[in-house]
């Protein structure tokens, strides 16, 4: 049996019993990064009786054939990642594919995710999504990608490295609109958790001063027909010249037209 089972994003307390079971059992446990596989189970209290060994992505193509080998003798196989599910970004379908083609028994221990976690927290609607992994490096590449990504309807859920943060958010600003809204967490279930939540060009302009941490960003999805932002300004008004307040209209105006709250009160107390 190949068992894929998730860690921990962050705090180790979000270990499910399974996959401290797992852990203590199985007898060989594949793991990313055999150091932190080791620290983890210190920090539960296990002491794996199987063999740990490194897959990694230098090494999964070259490590799957005895994987499968151990499966077929009727060993137990955990595929384990540095934090997560095994082969959500990370390694790990290489060997499901290799399993299912073989006929060989995969199952999974669910737990830890940062893309639902991110979603549950970004504030954006949750009913339809999709999931980008990683954006390209190149700056051309990524612009390619998000002008693709620019008309879909779900939310977009990626990861990103810190240190690409800034950049990513003001090409998601210039591909999507200054205006759509996102959320960047960061952080997740650890001592500095943070969730900066608005529109995505307010949000690049903070990332601007450095973001650390692991890194997930919501954005929400294109809303055909959205107004632009003159034609929100003057709905806003005609609601206020309705005797409507004007932290209700443009809370009634702008979440449909994917234009933040905040932007909208700012812009017409400037207009002002």
């Known amino acids: 049996m190949l068992v894929l089972a998730a860690t921990p994003i962050g705090d180790p307390r979000d270990a499910s019993a399974r996959l401290v079971a797992e852990l203590a059992t199985a007898d060989v446990i594949a793991a990313e990064d055999t150091r932190r596989t080791r620290r983890l189970c210190a920090a539960l209290g296990v002491t794996p009786v199987g063999a740990l060994l ?15 080998d151990r499966l077929r003798t009727g060993e137990r196989v955990l595929l384990v990642t540095d934090a997560g599910m095994p082969s959500v970004s990370d390694p790990g379908y290489r060997l499901v594919a290799a399993a299912v083609a073989a006929d060989l028994p995969v199952t999974c221990a669910p737990g830890p995710s940062a893309v639902l976690m991110a979603l549950a927290l970004s504030g954006l609607p949750v009913d339809r999504f999709a999931f980008d992994g990683f954006l390209p490096r190149k700056p051309g590449e990524r612009a390619r990608v998000l002008a693709e990504a620019a008309r879909e309807r779900r939310t977009l859920v990626y990861f990103e490295a810190p240190h690409r943060t800034a950049s990513t958010l003001a090409a998601m600003a210039l591909a999507f609109g200054a205006d759509r809204r996102a959320a960047v967490c960061r952080e997740l279930t650890k001592t500095y958790e943070e969730v900066r939540r608005g529109p995505l060009c307010e949000l690049a302009a903070w990332a601007e001063e450095g973001v650390l941490g692991e890194v997930t960003i919501v954005v929400a999805g294109f809303v055909p027909g959205a107004v632009d932002l003159p034609a929100a300004l003057a709905q806003v008004q005609d609601l206020v010249h309705g005797g409507m307040r004007l932290k209700d209209a443009c809370a009634e105006i702008g979440p449909p037209a994917g234009l933040s709250k905040k932007l909208l009160y700012d812009a017409v107390l400037a207009a002002r």
């Open 54 to 68: 490194s897959y990694h992505e230098h090494n999964e193509r070259a490590m799957t054939p005895e994987l499968i």
